[in-house]
């Protein structure tokens, strides 16, 4: 893969240092109490809030707030945003930030692209994407809208935070570390294998214009979001799991919650796409 150059920082110096130290300590924590010794209530918390973190980031984030998968009401819409802001993270924030990965893919302008470096795709562009906020938000004029996700993208800590707080008090600071910073660090290197992973090893079933792949052991790791090809090459699809092998837990969540009649239009790859064979390597 070519290197390609990484543009100036936009964020603040102080902003990238508050990133990094938060990251830090969402690793730091958890380490600490695991070598320290951890209890059954610890681990009770977090097998009670990681799923939730995990779909916040996988179906919320990606698949509806970036890229209007399917439709919802505005009540589910804001609890689907509180499911993402569990992990610290910020509905108009990423979605913005995916939606430039996808008009600039595995180019100059990608706000994650392995070709800028390991450090750059793993970690360093959750401290600076290298757009303004101003960028990312005018990509997302159908979320800035709402009032409520505004206030969310102002004040991102601060449902995280919160749950941290509760955590705190059912079980001490081993059972926030474990039970809500854990999850946090997990899907940050989640979310990163797909990003430098999905975009340098794996198989191809589409001739899309960037370096996308499918990558089973990923898929695996991160309930179907591995399956990258397919998603570069029909983004708007709930289902990233073109074929019934390819495992995609995160469309099953969405199918239940279609089945139970909380989200709506849920959009799915045209049969044609389905079909297609996997290019020749």
Not at 116 to 141: K, M, N
Not at 178 to 207: D, E, K, M, P, T
Not at 236 to 244: E, P, Y
Request: charged share 15%; net charge positive; with cysteine.
């Amino acid at each position: 893969m070519e290197r390609l150059p990484i543009r100036p920082h936009t964020r603040s110096r102080a902003a990238r240092v508050r990133t990094a130290a938060l990251i830090t300590l969402i690793h730091v924590l958890p380490a600490w109490a695991i070598i320290n010794g951890t209890g059954e209530k610890d681990w009770l918390l977090f097998a009670a809030i990681y799923p939730f973190q995990a779909i916040g980031v996988g179906v919320c984030l990606h698949r509806y707030f970036a890229h209007n998968a399917f439709k919802t009401s505005r009540w589910f819409q804001f609890l689907l945003a509180l499911f993402c802001a569990s992990t610290f993270g910020d509905p108009i924030r990423f979605a913005g930030k995916h939606r430039l990965h996808h008009l600039n893919t595995d180019r100059e302008n990608d706000t994650h692209s392995p070709g800028q470096g390991f450090w750059f795709s793993w970690l360093g562009s959750h401290i600076d994407s290298r757009y303004t906020d101003e960028q990312i938000c005018a990509q997302v004029p159908y979320l800035t809208q709402y009032p409520e996700l505004m206030w969310l993208h102002r004040h991102s800590l601060a449902p995280g935070l919160t749950l941290c707080a509760v955590a705190l008090l059912l079980g001490g600071i081993s059972g926030m570390a474990v039970g809500v910073l854990l999850g946090a660090a997990l899907l940050i290197h989640q979310s990163s294998a797909v990003n430098y992973f999905c975009h340098r090893f794996g198989r191809r079933r589409f001739q899309t214009d960037d370096l996308s792949t499918n990558n089973f052991l990923v898929s695996l790791l991160v309930f179907g979001e591995g399956w990258h090809n397919n998603h570069h090459r029909y983004p708007v699809s709930a289902r990233a799991g073109f074929c019934w092998w390819e495992i995609d837990m995160f469309y099953w969540v969405i199918c239940l919650w279609e089945a139970t009649g909380l989200v709506w239009d849920v959009r799915r790859p045209p049969e044609q796409l389905r079909r297609t064979r996997l290019l020749a390597t």
